[in-house]
């Protein structure tokens, strides 16, 4: 390890990047929700703000114990209004 190394530039996002370029991120279900459980929990990759199946989205009136994957389609993220497609799945 050389501690000098200096940073990879280009190795983040640029802040307001478009989208739809960071279709295929690494851990995104990419828009397949036969991927998802019903108790998944699914990270906004834009905000970090996680959707919780046992808690719903009040923002949204999404009832608890409301899967991802019935969400409806006009849902969007109520931290910075992204797609639901743009989410992380999380382990
Ligand atoms: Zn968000």
């Not at 989205?57 to 969400?71: C, R, S, Y």
Request: net charge negative; proline share 15%; charged share 20%.
């Amino acid at each position: 390890m050389n501690p000098h190394t200096p940073p990879l530039h280009g190795s983040l996002p640029p802040e307001g990047a478009d989208p739809q370029r960071l279709q295929g991120f690494e851990g995104s279900y990419l828009g397949n929700r036969e991927v998802l459980r019903p108790d998944s929990r699914l990270e906004c990759k834009i905000c970090w703000w996680v959707y919780d199946p046992a808690v719903g989205d009040p923002q949204w009136q999404i009832a608890a114990g409301t899967p991802f994957a019935d969400l409806p389609s006009h849902w969007r993220c109520p931290n910075c209004d992204c797609e639901p497609d743009q989410f992380l799945l999380l382990p």
